[in-house]
């Protein structure tokens, strides 16, 4: 098997197989899902990859994903790692710890931000506030490896 491209508005049902999900801006930014995705096949990663960026298909409206109910708001629930790279704002981040999509133990949630951007140092800043426990990688290559070893890692124990 070898890795599995989902873009917006592509139907996706949960498989087997892990799942990440590209979390972060999608419009008005470089195609960052892009180089994203060739880092997981790259690395070998046998899984899917979820781009709510419909970046291969410019028919597609930009903006579908993110409709309330849509595309990503039921995909970003189906996948055992969400990646943010560059996060529109921390508290897209802090929301989706807040509706439960990963713990401060188990990590299912990976975080980049570019330190050479001023608005993702603040954000480095406002997230090590609200989750000192959650790290946050420099480059989009560090933040890929960080999911890739989140979904490595042996599932925690609860008890």
């Known amino acids: ?6 873009e917006a508005p592509q139907p996706y049902e949960r498989e087997r197989r892990p799942a990440v999900f590209l979390a972060g ?3 008005g930014c470089p195609d960052w899902q892009s180089e994203a995705v060739h880092l997981f096949a790259t690395a070998g990663f046998d899984g899917t990859v979820l781009n709510p960026r419909p970046s291969r298909n410019p028919a597609t409206d930009p903006y ?11 995909n970003i629930r189906r996948t055992d790692v969400v990646l943010f790279w560059n996060p529109i704002g921390h508290v897209r981040v802090h929301d989706c710890y807040e509706a439960g999509l990963f713990s401060p133990y188990g ?6 931000c570019d330190p050479a951007d001023p608005v993702q140092r603040a954000n480095r800043v ?8 959650l790290p946050v990688a420099d480059t989009l ?9 989140a979904l490595a890692a042996p599932a ?3 008890g």
């Open 64 to 74: 579908l994903a993110w409709q309330p109910f849509g595309w990503q708001d039921r």
């Open 25 to 27: 801006a999608t419009v």
């Open 107 to 112: 990590g299912t949630v990976v975080v980049g």
């Open 156 to 158: 925690p124990a609860h």
């Open 141 to 149: 290559a560090d933040t890929v490896a960080a999911a890739l070893a």
């Open 1 to 6: 098997m070898n890795l599995r491209y989902v």
């Open 126 to 133: 406002l997230l090590a506030n609200l989750m000192p426990w």
